[in-house]
C-alpha cells in the first residue's frame, strides 16, 4: 500500500484561488505598489499557463479581496490596489458579528495595546497633534444631560483614542487600536450602555484624558503609560458596571435574579 501524502493547504485551493496567490506573490516580488497595472490578460495566460477562464476567475477574487481594481475604456486594465482601512474594519467587523464580543474582550485587548501606545507617544507629538486631541475632548467637557448626549460623548471619547492611536508609526498597532475603539463604540450604541448617562465614567475619563496629554507634551514615556493603563482598568470597570445596571433594568422584574 503506497504511503499517504500529505497535501499543503495551498493544493487544495481551487485552482482560480491558486492563480490569485501566485499573483499576489508575484506583485509582492515586483514591489509593485498601488495603481501600478498588471499586465495583460494574454500575458497573465503564458506566464500562469493557465485557461482564460481560471485568469478571470482569480482577478475577480482579487478584486473581492480589494486588492486590485478594474478600469475599463481608454487607459483601462487591471490594476495593484491598496485596501482602505474602513473597508479593512468593516471586513473584519463583520467575522466579529457573530462572535459575540464581549466588553471583558474589547478591554483585554485595550489594556495590552494602549498603555504601550501612549509610551511610545511620548514627546513625539507635535503641538498641533496634541491639540488636535484636547479638540476632541471638547466634545465632551461638560456632563451629559441626555441619553443622546451621553451616546455622542461615548463615541467622541473613543474617538480621542482612536486619533491617538492615528500618530503611531506602527500601522499594526495603529489598526488594532482604531478597530477595537469602533467595536466599544458599535457595543455601546447597539446595547444602548449610554441609556442611563454615567457622571463618574465621563469625569473619571476626561481626567485621565487630560493628565495623559500632558505626560504626551512633557515626553514623560512611564506617566504616559502608567496614566493610560489606569484609565483602561477604571473604563473596563465602569462599563461593566454600566451594563449590569442596564441590563437588569431592562429586564422584566420577575427576570432579575
Excluded at 29 to 34: A, M
Aim: aromatic share 6%; net charge neutral; charged share 25%.
Amino acid at each position: 500500500m503506497p504511503p499517504a501524502t500529505t497535501r499543503s493547504p495551498h493544493d487544495r485551493l481551487s485552482r482560480p484561488q491558486q492563480v490569485a496567490e501566485a499573483i499576489k506573490s508575484w506583485v509582492m516580488q515586483n514591489g509593485w505598489g498601488p495603481g501600478k497595472r498588471l499586465p495583460s490578460e494574454s500575458e497573465l495566460i503564458a506566464r500562469f499557463s493557465m485557461a482564460k477562464g481560471t485568469i478571470r476567475e482569480a482577478i475577480r477574487i482579487l478584486e473581492a479581496q480589494g486588492l486590485v481594481k478594474s478600469r475599463t475604456g481608454p487607459g483601462g486594465g487591471v490594476f495593484v490596489h491598496q485596501v482602505s482601512e474602513a473597508r479593512a474594519t468593516a471586513l473584519l467587523g463583520n467575522y466579529f458579528y457573530f462572535e459575540h464580543l464581549t466588553i471583558d474582550d474589547i478591554y483585554q485587548i485595550r489594556q495590552a495595546l494602549e498603555p504601550e501606545l501612549a509610551a511610545s507617544l511620548a514627546g513625539q507629538l507635535s503641538d498641533a497633534q496634541l491639540a488636535a486631541l484636547e479638540d476632541v475632548m471638547t466634545c465632551y467637557s461638560e456632563a451629559a444631560r441626555t441619553a443622546e448626549e451621553e451616546r455622542e460623548q461615548h463615541v467622541a471619547s473613543l474617538r480621542f483614542h482612536a486619533l491617538l492611536a492615528e500618530m503611531s508609526g506602527n500601522a499594526l498597532m495603529r489598526f488594532l487600536i482604531r478597530f477595537t475603539a469602533n467595536m466599544l463604540a458599535e457595543i455601546t450604541v447597539s446595547r444602548r450602555l449610554y441609556a442611563q448617562p454615567n457622571r463618574e465614567l465621563w469625569s473619571t475619563g476626561l481626567d485621565y484624558q487630560s493628565r495623559l496629554i500632558d505626560a504626551l507634551r512633557r515626553g514623560d514615556a512611564v506617566a504616559a503609560r502608567q496614566i493610560l493603563s489606569e484609565h483602561m482598568k477604571n473604563a473596563h470597570r465602569l462599563m461593566l458596571l454600566q451594563e449590569t445596571v442596564l441590563t437588569q433594568r431592562f429586564l422584566p422584574e420577575n427576570e432579575i435574579i
